[in-house]
């Protein structure tokens, strides 16, 4: 599982790194969240395609999933592109992806968020009620707050295989194994560039707070990193068996 892919640098780290990986470790399934993909803010046709391409098998979002409004229709159509599950009734696209005996879920938090979302504990109790049960369950918490990341991963601990935070694109350093068997990570980092300020050219970020003028954003340059771990599912059980960070840097 793959960290908040920051414009065409995280793109390109992923097409520079991810095949390698892929072969290295054998790995049988690829997530990534796309979110902030085109231009670093929110995602298209053409940059999802990218990501696919690349070796990713299914793309998570989060709160900037609408913010290039021509990537919407495809949204709506492409079933390996979530949405957060626990957006209002009616809205576009899905946040659930279900195949054989694997299920992939796309929350959001709501802390420092967007408060006005459904209760996303109460969205996953309902799901798993509603559901057929699936033996791997794999959750991408898109979320700021550490605290509600890490509550998640307790309250769904021993009832899904694997919780993951993204949205801050700052690798934490807590992999671990839950005590009933759930793999968490409380945030996985970014696939971007890597002298940045999460993934933005740091000059931009710096303007922003050193004057509290608006300015554009822009994707830094320069070496790139990518962002990961990498989980051990039991497919019998739906039980994670390990789990571990899997950060590369290119030159």
Known sequence: MIGDIVGKPGRTALQTLLPGLRSEYGIDLVIANGENAAGGFGITEETAEDIFAAGVDIITTGDHVWDKKEGIPYVEQERRLLRPLNFPPGTPGRGVYTHDNLRVVNLMGRVF??????????TMDALLKSQAVVPITIVDFHAEASSEKQAMGWYLDGRVSVVVGTHTHVPTADPRLLPK??????????????NSIIGDDPQDVLYRFLTQMP?????????????????????????????????RVTE
């Open 181 to 194: 068997g759930t793999a968490f990570v409380t945030d996985l980092g970014m696939a971007g560039a890597y």
């Open 215 to 247: 300015k554009s954003l822009n994707p830094a340059r320069g070496p790139l990193r990518l962002c990961s771990v990498l989980v051990d599912v039991d497919e019998a059980t739906g039980h994670a068996q390990d789990i571990q960070r899997i950060d």
């Open 113 to 122: 968020m967007k408060d006005h979302l459904d209760c996303p504990f109460r």
